[in-house]
């Protein structure tokens, strides 16, 4: 909380509010080195704060006034979503004072951007990473790579014709029947160049006809002669 004399409070060890001066908080953020490059003040009255500031923080933003908490939190979730999508300071400054007006709130203009001489807001980007190297590794589990083009001549389409085959008593292992032609295919595993491929040709080895059910025959009662 800020009061208009420009003093910060924080809470005590004891809970009070403390009262810190913009002095002291320039100290701490001297003492804290080149390592600072941003600092937010999202609350009332904190322009003034962020003038003292500049000289040991690069970038800082304050305050110009009372602002509401509603616009204050619309602020910091636009603020810090850009400068977690690898914006600069400056374009995160805008995506907060824009999240203020998207939801219809006031006080869009109380948000100020304070920048130190010789720096250029517009290309500090503190989420900056190195591109990330991609390596195409082959898919070490057959069976799960996606299909492609390439696989279509000889696959795609022929699942149903797959699932008669499978129903028919004379389905013996290896061997298909194509209904267009009268002779024997073994397409599965001649095209076994894809992982896919080759799971259905190893589901189709161990295909068996099961066998035909033993005759039932008739059980009769049995006759004991007296009791046990």
């Not at 491929?197 to 068996?208: E, F, G, H, Q, Y």
Request: net charge positive; aromatic share 6%.
């Amino acid at each position: 909380m800020l009061s208009r004399t420009a003093c910060t409070s924080f809470h005590d060890a004891a809970g009070d509010a403390q009262v810190v001066s913009p002095d002291a908080i320039a100290q701490t953020f001297d003492a804290a080195g080149a390592s600072v490059k941003l600092v937010a003040l999202n609350a009332c009255f904190t322009e003034p704060i962020a003038e003292a500031l500049l000289a040991h923080v690069d970038c800082v933003v304050g305050m110009s006034g009372s602002i509401h908490d509603d616009a204050a939190r619309s602020f910091a979730i636009g603020f810090y979503g850009g400068l977690g999508e690898h914006e600069s300071i400056a374009a995160a400054f805008e995506h907060g004072r824009a999240a203020i007006r998207l939801d219809g709130l006031p006080d869009a203009e109380r948000p100020r951007l304070k920048v130190r001489n010789g720096f250029n807001a517009a290309q500090l980007i503190l989420a900056a990473v190195a591109p990330s190297v991609r390596l195409a590794l082959p898919c070490p589990y057959p069976g799960m790579r996606p299909y492609s083009a390439d696989d279509a001549t000889g696959f795609h389409g022929r699942d149903a014709e797959i699932s008669r085959c499978h129903r028919r008593p004379s389905c013996r292992r290896g061997a298909l029947w194509s209904p267009r032609t009268t002779s024997r295919t073994t397409t599965p595993r001649r095209s076994a160049t894809s992982s896919g491929r080759r799971s259905i040709a190893a589901a189709d080895r161990r295909l068996r006809v099961p066998p035909p059910l033993p005759a039932i025959h008739t059980i009769q009662p049995v006759h004991t002669h007296g009791p046990r």
